[in-house]
């Protein structure tokens, strides 16, 4: 018998060495956060992993499973005993070691094995940590198989059997590195940043880069996992700043910048201007689109307007459908739609055949975006982001909500919304013109002009989201509209950062 997971222990207490703990908030929407030593410990990751070993053999897959860590002072040792628990029910386990994320959804088809648990804490402060999980390659869990796998560990229903293995592929990155760069040289020589935030993608990055051919400037790509310099997020502006600085100082031709776990790249132009990622995404189609006819696409709902009204994209008979923001819906969604990108706001890109197989590779993005510009002769980045309509948009902003409350505060958002758009309400002087109510709420006025409001799926946030195809006054009139309505709430805290 295995005990039963207490959602509360307190350190240096023998329960706390003897029992699991796991806070059931930590099973998100599609993967899984807690804090180390507050909200899980070691034991709790073994009952994770027998947890996730019953349900793939729930689900009628093979259990077998790769799996990796990322750069973090305890990431290794979480491993362990998450690999001790699927021993425990019955899986071979693959180590790949130390990895990006990216790098082990790629060795679940290098290595022909069905699942991959990936712990990673990501772009999250030091002290988070957390699992990626998939059963479905390139598919990763959605709320089904997390609503699953949080009753499975729980209540402690592992079930657990004789015929778990292991083995450890040692030098694994260089097969990753091998098949990411197997392709012709650029032509165009490229001077280009990277930057890692001294994060995994340091390992591995920059001879990424100069493989196809970039004179490669590193930027902290030094493993250090105390994070000196600032989180490794490329959506936060003190990274992008830094990335600015060194692409002017050494007059680069673009500034690349990856996340914690390497699934997500940040670009600033060549006038240091920070692009955000779905302006990118924009570019990209653009670039894609012209090359494959009636390419079809998918975007966030955090992402621009532009996918649907720029006329190029349209020129070229690219469709886009909106769908709900998160790695594995969108993965799922442009998967089903076989589509030949799928675009996320905070960076997760996910491009099928010819580009890649389906899951989010930072790498694969980098490569993209240089292969783009290898496309245009003549042109800069600044050049490709100048040709597209201007919209003015807001950062990805994130007032502090509880995780107990933040789902029930987005939905309070949403009947208020819903409730104005009935009365036939303005806002700012404007008719609402559209509710996209897929994942919180994205309001649409006339003009344009549009503000949302979600719950974020991995750490105790809300997410909100403002732009205005009309001038900055009305994307920060859309602000204070959101905003206003937020304040009313004294849940809702203060922001990671503000327009």
Not at 106 to 114: E, G, I
Not at 116 to 143: C, E, I, Q, Y
Not at 176 to 192: C, E, G, M, Q, S
Not at 276 to 301: N, P, T, Y
Request: aromatic share 8%.
């Amino acid at each position: 018998m295995f005990p039963t997971p207490k959602p509360v222990l307190l350190p240096n207490t023998y329960a706390f060495e003897s029992e699991p703990m796991v806070k059931p908030t930590g099973f998100r929407e599609y993967d899984a956060r807690w804090l180390f030593g507050k909200e899980i410990n070691l034991m709790g990751v073994q009952a994770l992993g027998m947890g996730l070993g019953a349900l793939i053999a729930e689900l009628g897959v093979k259990q077998e499973i790769v799996t990796g860590h990322d750069f973090r002072g305890y990431s290794a040792s979480i491993k362990y005993a998450l690999i001790s628990g699927l021993m425990a029910a019955g899986c071979k386990v693959h180590d790949i070691g130390l990895a990006v994320t990216p790098m082990a959804y790629f060795a679940q088809f290098d290595l022909d094995v069905p699942c991959v648990a990936m712990v990673t804490a990501s772009h999250n402060d030091n002290g988070w940590t957390g699992v990626k999980m998939g059963a479905n390659r390139p598919l990763t869990f959605g709320p089904d198989e997390m609503t699953r796998l949080k009753e499975i560990v729980l209540g402690a229903s592992f079930g657990n059997k004789a015929g778990g293995a292991y083995q450890f592929h040692e030098n694994y990155p260089a097969r990753y590195i091998a098949d990411l760069t197997n392709r012709a040289k650029l032509k165009r020589k490229l001077k280009v940043v990277a930057a890692c935030g001294n994060g995994t993608a340091g390992a591995f990055a920059p001879q990424v880069l100069d493989a196809i051919g970039c004179e490669v400037i590193p930027l902290d790509t030094e493993l250090d996992h105390t994070f000196p310099k600032y989180n490794p997020n490329p959506e936060d502006m003190e990274m992008l700043h830094a990335i600015r600085d060194a692409v002017l100082q050494h007059k680069a031709d673009v500034g690349l910048g990856f996340d914690g776990d390497g699934d997500r790249c940040g670009v600033v132009d060549n006038t240091g201007e920070e692009i955000f990622a779905d302006k990118v995404g924009v570019m990209l189609a653009r670039d894609m689109s012209a090359i494959h006819k009636d390419a079809q696409f998918v975007v966030d709902v955090k992402s621009t307007g532009l996918f649907i009204t720029d006329p190029i994209l349209q020129k070229q008979g690219a469709k886009t459908a909106y769908w709900k923001t998160g790695h594995s819906y969108m993965k799922r969604r442009t998967n089903e739609l076989n589509a030949l990108a799928g675009f996320e706001k905070s960076g997760h890109f996910f491009f099928n055949t010819p580009f890649g197989r389906g899951y989010d590779d930072g790498l694969v993005s980098a490569i993209a975006i240089c292969e783009m510009l290898d496309r245009a002769p003549g042109k800069s980045m600044a050049d490709l982001k100048n040709a597209l309509p201007k919209t003015w948009s807001s950062p990805t902003m994130s007032p502090h909500c509880a995780d107990e409350a933040k789902y029930g505060m987005v939905d309070a958002v949403v009947k208020h919304f819903e409730g104005l758009q009935k009365q036939g309400a303005k806002i700012g002087g404007q008719a609402i013109r559209d509710l996209v109510t897929v994942n919180g709420v994205r309001v649409t006025v006339e003009d344009g002009s549009w503000g949302l409001v979600r719950a974020s799926s991995n750490k105790p946030e809300l997410v909100v989201v403002v732009e205005s195809p009309v001038s900055e006054q009305r994307m920060r009139d859309m602000f204070e509209t959101v905003d206003g309505v937020l304040r009313t709430h004294p849940e809702v805290g203060e922001y990671n950062q503000k327009i």
